[in-house]
T-cell receptor
């Protein structure tokens, strides 16, 4: 069965620090999709990135970057020069490509990031 | 603005009472989902619907019921059979009948508490 582990329950940093959120996944499928979502205090989850299992290129979007490594089954998320507005709960999620659709999406338990001024 | 609207934001249930959480989307999405979030936990799927007039149980459907009479609407009823209903409930949608690679769009959630 697919599984997503976010070992860091809570992280607290000071503004402008770099921070990496870890995500380790388990799947037997060769086709799968990995996601990161952000949940700010308002409650609504916001999509950040999607990566399929055949694309191991790292991605950078502004201060955000993602490191996908199939060899270690990890999909880590780094925020560079963190800001107070980055404070949120971040969820990593996995969807297996040949075992159904989005209804099979499995979420990690989330990492609560607090960025202090 | 297109999006998903959940109401109410806060809801209180008395013992033995059924309550209904509203979810409306104007994104013209086919698939809709209900998730339950407990403190420190990930999201767990309650029910989902990939098309109007059809819906399927998720991982924790017991004590809940849904309907999908219109594409835009997917209300969730928390019945008296759900003995531990206190949680944050999130509604989501996706555009292509819920393919595995589709990103989800979420509402802002409803916090349900028991009186």
């Amino acid at each position: 069965a697919q599984k997503v582990t976010q070992a860091q329950t809570e992280i607290s940093v000071v503004e402008k620090e770099d921070v990496t959120l870890d995500c380790v996944y388990e799947t037997r499928d060769t086709t799968y999709y990995l996601f990161w979502y952000k949940q700010p205090p308002s409650g609504e989850l916001v999509f950040l990135i999607r990566r399929n299992s055949f694309d191991e290129q790292n991605e950078i979007s502004g201060r955000y970057s993602w490191n996908f490594q199939k060899s270690t089954s990890s999909f880590n998320f780094t925020i560079t020069a963190s800001q107070v507005v980055d404070s949120a709960v971040y969820f990593c999620a996995l969807s297996e490509g040949t075992q159904g659709g989005s209804e099979k999406l499995v979420f990690g338990k989330g990492t609560k990031l607090t960025v202090n001024p | 603005d297109g999006g998903i609207t959940q109401s109410p934001k806060y809801l209180f249930r008395k013992e033995g009472q059924n309550v209904t959480l509203s979810c409306e989307q104007n994104l013209n999405h086919d698939a809709m989902y209900w998730y339950r979030q407990d403190p420190g936990q990930g999201l767990r799927l309650i029910y989902y619907s990939q098309i109007v007039n059809d819906f399927q149980k998720g991982d924790i459907a017991e004590g809940y019921s849904v309907s999908r009479e219109k594409k835009e609407s997917f209300p969730l009823t928390v019945t008296s059979a759900q003995k531990n209903p206190t949680a944050f409930y999130l509604c989501a949608s996706s555009s292509d009948r819920g393919l595995a690679n589709e990103k989800l769009f979420f509402g802002s959630g409803t916090q349900l508490s028991v009186l």
